[in-house]
Nanobody
């Protein structure tokens, strides 16, 4: 059983930054593709960024240049650094782990507001 625990969300002003963390309890963390998704009220869940076991990254077009995904296999943790946040980035951000199966965390709320 894989457990993913997100942290680092909160309230930030427009133009601000946040770093989200996702700690995974899994035996072979390094084998998983890890990702961040988000879901705003009334909208579908959408991709933010992914990072493969080999370190290759992929970003949603709307987030390119403003976010960086990274992973620390020794700590079994994936990070999402978000900069220049805007009100439209307000959402619940979910961590995702994919190998043979897909797992989700419980989400962390990010609110961008002045």
């Amino acid at each position: 059983q894989v457990q993913l625990v997100e942290s680092g969300g909160g309230l930030v002003q427009p133009g601000g930054s946040l770093r989200l963390s996702c700690a995974a309890s899994v035996r072979l963390f390094s084998a998983y593709t890890m990702g961040w998704y988000r879901q705003a009220p009334g909208k579908q869940r959408e991709l933010v960024a992914t990072i493969t076991s080999g370190g290759s990254t992929n970003y949603a077009d709307s987030m390119k240049g403003r976010v960086t995904i990274s992973r620390d296999n020794a700590k079994k943790t994936v990070y999402l650094q978000m900069n220049n946040l805007q009100p439209e980035d307000t959402a619940v951000y979910y961590c995702n782990a994919f190998s043979l199966y897909m797992y989700w965390g419980q989400g962390t709320q990010v609110t961008v507001s002045s």
